[in-house]
């Protein structure tokens, strides 16, 4: 099928026959042809604002995930830290009951010391 050289000859002589600018958009012709642009242009402005959507959906999955994962790393942390915490507080337990342990022991000593310096005297 060859190009139909005969209707773009017949639109240039409309043209060159219409005269001006204005005459040429008043024409049915010329407003059909601009209808088309018009939504030609439409709909590759909406086909741009959809890819737009789509790259944009896929960039709030990747940081959904990534906001997982860091939830994850930072429960894992939370469960690494209490245990070092119950871990600590055993400890200081075990050291506050050596402590006593050994300060009532030495309180036990003086008051024996004292107990004999007072015998003594008497």
């Known amino acids: 099928m060859a190009f139909p ?3 773009v000859k017949s639109i240039m002589t ?4 219409s005269g001006t600018i204005a005459e040429q958009i008043r024409n049915p012709q010329s407003k059909i042809v601009m209808m088309w642009y018009i939504l030609i242009g439409l709909s590759l402005s909406l086909a741009g604002v959809a890819g737009l959507q789509f ?4 960039y709030m999955e990747r940081i959904d995930r990534e906001h997982k994962k860091r939830i994850y790393e930072l ?3 939370a469960t690494y830290l209490a245990n070092r915490l119950n871990e600590a507080e055993q400890k200081i337990s075990e ?3 050596i ?3 050994i300060f009532d022991d030495f309180n036990e000593e ?5 107990w004999a310096d007072v ?3 008497r």
């Open 95 to 97: 050291q506050n009951d």
């Open 99 to 101: 402590l006593e342990s």
């Open 14 to 17: 409309e043209k060159e026959k």
């Open 110 to 114: 003086e008051e024996e010391e004292i």
């Open 55 to 58: 790259f944009y959906l896929v």
């Open 5 to 7: 050289f005969a209707l």
């Open 119 to 121: 015998i003594e005297d």
């Open 75 to 77: 429960e894992r942390h």
